[in-house]
């Protein structure tokens, strides 16, 4: 009777402690943003991260593919990988990083950045290849665990409500520039108040709250936003009232 009562509990704590132990969540691949409208024949940019959910990734091989756009531009400032190996196009529609993280990473990291420009209005679509591998820190692949998202785009053909937005002094936004000072330019409209931001967040937007520069000179539509630091801006304008 003793040994019975014994084995009874074992089970009952047993079964406990199932009920009770976390479950693990597959690492995520993905893009972000993953879902946007952006303006045919204009360009966008979209980040490769990862999320390890509690594992440690130690290197990287990553393919990506653009289908209804052009890579412009492969970026890897603030990457998670810290020896890189190749980080760039390997034809018009394809993208690539590999790299090492000798500490190994863990947590939700930027891989990398993919300038790209809508070359027709619709769908467009980035994906990561089948090919892409991760590994572990025991040097084993991850990919049969990871959870893979990638990003559906709309290009639209531009409207009589699309604001044109110029810069002197960051005329091509496919390039860096060492330029702190960022001057931008867009023809006011009569009777039109407009709300704008600057963020490293390429999701997010401006409020309703009118902003106009404050000053002497009669305001045309010129703003200059100073003291940015290293990293990639996203400028928002919208109109309000």
């Known amino acids: 009777m003793k040994n019975s009562t014994k084995i009874s509990l074992i089970i009952v704590v047993a079964c406990l402690l199932s009920l009770v132990a976390p479950t693990a969540q597959a690492a995520r ?86 300038g790209i420009t809508a070359v027709r209005s619709g769908p467009l679509s980035v994906s990561f290849g089948n090919e892409s591998i991760i590994l572990g820190e025991n040097g084993q692949p991850l990919t049969a665990e990871i959870e893979i998202r990638n990003a559906n785009i709309n290009a639209l053909q531009p409207s009589a409500n699309h604001i044109v937005i110029t810069s002197r002094s960051h005329p091509d936004q496919n390039t860096w520039y060492n330029k702190k000072d ?57 109109r309000v009232g």
């Open 182 to 238: 960022l001057q931008l330019h867009w023809d006011l409209e009569k009777d039109t108040e407009y709300s704008y931001l600057v963020s490293l967040d390429p999701m997010a937007t401006p409020d309703d709250t009118p902003d106009k520069p404050t000053g002497e000179l009669l305001w045309m539509g010129d703003v200059n936003i100073g003291g940015l630091g290293e990293g990639i801006y996203y400028f928002t304008l919208k």
């Open 29 to 114: 691949l993905y893009l972000y943003p993953n879902s946007i409208d952006v303006i045919a024949g204009g360009s966008f940019v979209v980040e490769a991260r990862l999320d390890t959910e509690g594992e440690s990734v130690n290197a990287v091989d990553i393919t990506g593919h653009v289908d209804g756009g052009i890579v412009e531009s492969v970026l890897t400032a603030n990457s998670i990988i810290e020896i890189l190996i190749h980080a760039g196009a390997l034809d018009a529609n394809t993208f690539r990083f590999v790299g090492g993280i000798p500490g190994g990473f863990t947590g939700d990291g930027i891989i990398g950045r993919i």
